[in-house]
C-alpha cells in the first residue's frame, strides 16, 4: 500500500506559497527528499500504521508563476498563478458505501480521469474536496467488536480488545485511502493541483452523528477517533500538533479551517465533530466559525458539506413516521440541514451569510453529500442571490432518476426558514429538472474579475457558464 505525492495548500507566505505534499510507503524507510526552488527537504514522519511510512514535506513555491517540484526520479508541475484569473475545482463522494474497493478502475474513475484531461488543457489552481473523500463504511467489517456496526454490538468491550480494534481500524482506513488515492485520475491531480478538504459522515461511518446512543459507545468512540486520526493524516498531512495551525479551533474539538487566495476566502465548517442528533455544529465550531467571518476576501466560498439550501424535508419526515419500513433512511435526513431538528440552527447559518453579504462580500456555497447536481439561491435582500452550487458525486454512481425527480418535487413547495429571504432550486444550465442524476464535478473560474462556475456530468458532458 503506498501513494503520493498529495499536495496540500497550507497558506500564502509574501510571494510564495507554502505546500504539503503526502506519501505513504510500502514500509517504514525514510523516503528520497524532495526537491523545490533549488532546495532540498527532508520527509518528516507523521506515522507508521500497519508497518507504512507516512510521510510529509514541508516546502514553498513562488506565487504567480508554474513551477516545478522533483520527488522520487519525477517531476511534477505546479501553476500558482492566483492573483488574475483563477480555476477552483470541486469533487465530492468520490466512492460508495459497498463493494467500491472492487470496482472496475476504468469505471470507477472516470470522471477522474476526464478531470486531470481538463486540468492538462486548462490547469486547477486549487481543488476542494466536498466531503466523503473515501467511503469507510466495510473498515467496521472483519472484527468480533465491529462487525455489527452500528445495530449490533457486544455488551462490553475489554480495554485490550479495544485497542486490538484500533490496529483494526487503522490499517483498514490507511487500505481504502491507499487505494483511492493511488487510483488513475486522482493521483495525477492530486500530484500537482494543491487540495483543501473536508470530511463528511462516509469519512466516518455512514450517518455519523445521527445514529444516536451508539456513538458514545467505547466502540464507536474507538471508530470517531481512529476516523479522525486517518482524516488529518491523509486528507490534511497532519497530526494533533499540527492542528492549531491548520484549523479554527485550536483544540481540534472542531476541524473547520479558512484558507485564502486572492480576493477569495475558503471557508468550510466542519458539521461532523460535534454533531448529534440535535445539532449541526457545536460551541467550539460555531465560536470559531463566527470569528472566521471577521476580514474576508471580496469572494467567499463556504464549503458545506451538506448542501446549505435544499427543499422542505418537514413533509417528507412526517410521512415517515407512519411506517416502520422508512425508518432506516430517517438518519439520512437528519444529517441535512433542513431537517426539522436543524431548523433553527440552519436560520443562523443562514443569517451569518446573509449579513456577510451585507458586509459587501460575495457568498457561494459549495456542497456534495447527495449524488447529484443542482443548484439553488437565496435571496438576500440584495440584487445578486446568494448562489449554492451542489456538485456530487465523482465515483459514486447517480441515484435511480426517479428519486432525483421526487426532490423536483419536494422543489416545488419552495422554502423559506427565514420568510422574508426564499429559497429556490433551479435546474443546472441546459437541463430541464432541478435535479440531474449523473455523476459530475464542477468547475470555479475568476476571469478578469468576474465569477462564473459549471459543471461536468457524465452523460451530458459540459453545461454552460453559470454567472454567480
Not at 183 to 199: Q, Y
Not at 350 to 365: C, N, P, Q, S
Request: net charge negative; aromatic share 8%.
Amino acid at each position: 500500500m503506498r501513494f503520493g505525492p498529495v499536495l496540500m495548500f497550507r497558506g500564502l507566505a509574501e510571494r510564495s506559497v507554502r505546500l504539503a505534499a503526502l506519501v505513504v510507503r510500502d514500509d517504514d524507510s525514510r523516503p528520497p527528499a524532495l526537491t523545490a526552488g533549488g532546495r532540498s527537504h527532508p520527509a518528516l514522519r507523521l506515522a507508521t500504521v500497519a508497518g507504512h511510512g507516512v510521510w510529509r514535506y514541508d516546502f514553498a513555491l513562488p506565487l504567480g508563476t508554474v513551477s516545478d517540484y522533483g520527488l522520487a526520479g519525477r517531476t511534477h508541475r505546479v501553476d500558482t498563478r492566483y492573483e488574475g484569473d483563477l480555476h477552483v475545482g470541486f469533487v465530492s463522494c468520490n466512492g460508495e458505501e459497498n463493494g467500491d474497493l472492487d470496482r472496475d478502475a476504468d469505471e470507477r474513475n472516470a470522471m477522474w480521469q476526464r478531470l486531470r484531461a481538463q486540468h492538462a488543457t486548462r490547469p486547477l489552481h486549487v481543488l476542494l474536496h466536498g466531503g466523503d473523500q473515501v467511503y469507510a463504511d466495510e473498515a467496521t467489517d472483519g472484527h468480533r467488536l465491529s462487525d455489527g456496526w452500528p445495530d449490533e454490538l457486544p455488551e462490553t468491550a475489554a480495554p485490550a480488545d479495544l485497542d486490538d480494534l484500533r490496529l483494526h481500524l487503522r490499517e483498514r482506513f490507511l487500505h481504502r485511502y491507499a487505494i483511492t488515492y493511488a487510483a488513475p485520475g486522482f493521483a495525477e491531480l492530486a500530484a500537482e493541483v494543491p487540495s483543501l478538504m473536508m470530511w463528511d459522515d462516509h469519512d466516518i461511518c455512514d450517518g455519523w452523528g445521527s445514529l444516536g446512543d451508539v456513538e458514545r459507545t467505547a466502540i464507536g468512540q474507538t471508530l470517531f477517533r481512529t476516523a479522525r486520526e486517518a482524516f488529518l493524516l491523509y486528507q490534511h498531512a497532519a497530526t494533533d500538533d499540527d492542528v492549531p495551525d491548520l484549523f479554527l479551533d485550536p483544540e481540534g474539538l472542531s476541524l473547520g479551517f479558512r484558507r485564502d487566495l486572492p480576493g477569495l476566502t475558503i471557508l468550510a465548517p466542519d458539521l461532523r465533530s460535534e454533531r448529534t442528533r440535535a445539532r449541526i455544529m457545536g460551541p467550539n465550531g460555531w465560536d470559531r466559525f463566527d470569528a472566521a467571518l471577521a476580514d474576508l476576501q471580496e469572494r467567499v466560498f463556504l464549503v458545506s458539506s451538506v448542501p446549505l439550501l435544499g427543499p422542505r424535508l418537514s413533509l417528507v419526515e412526517r410521512l415517515m413516521q407512519l411506517t416502520r419500513r422508512m425508518e432506516r433512511y430517517e438518519d439520512d435526513l437528519r444529517d441535512q440541514w433542513q431537517s426539522r431538528a436543524h431548523r433553527a440552527e440552519w436560520a443562523r447559518m443562514l443569517r451569518r451569510l446573509i449579513d456577510v453579504e451585507a458586509r459587501g462580500h460575495r457568498v457561494t456555497a459549495i456542497s456534495g453529500e447527495i449524488h447529484l447536481a443542482t443548484r439553488a439561491t437565496l435571496d438576500t435582500g440584495r440584487p445578486e442571490p446568494l448562489h449554492q452550487l451542489v456538485a456530487s458525486g465523482i465515483s459514486h454512481r447517480a441515484p435511480p432518476r426517479l428519486y432525483a425527480m421526487t426532490l423536483g418535487t419536494l422543489a416545488r413547495f419552495g422554502e423559506a426558514p427565514i420568510p422574508e429571504h426564499p429559497i429556490r432550486i433551479a435546474p443546472l444550465p441546459g437541463q430541464r429538472h432541478n435535479y440531474t442524476a449523473e455523476r459530475n464535478y464542477l468547475t470555479l473560474a475568476r476571469k478578469r474579475g468576474t465569477w462564473s462556475a459549471r459543471w461536468d456530468l457524465e452523460d451530458s458532458g459540459t453545461t454552460g457558464w453559470l454567472s454567480i
